[in-house]
């Protein structure tokens, strides 16, 4: 196999798997966020509650920002997650 096919495979697959990585990041933080954000809709969520929905929304803002950023997708800078 040419040099430039092995390179085009191997860049396919690490593309793969950094979105795969990113979606299951996303999931998560979406998960988080829609039971945080379920409590707000009813007016039935603590000062503490609204902080961490704030800070897994910017996560997950962040998260999606990662695609911008040099260097996605071969090596992510992925943003920490707040504390659950």
Known sequence: MPSWALELALSAEINKISNSELFERIAGASQIIQTLQHS???????????????????YRI???????????????????PPEP
């Open 62 to 80: 962040a998260l999606v920002n990662t695609l911008d950023q040099f260097g996605w997708p071969a090596t992510p800078d992925w943003p920490t």
């Open 40 to 58: 707000f809709d009813i007016g039935e969520i603590s000062e503490e509650e609204t902080r961490k929905l704030m800070l897994w929304k910017r």
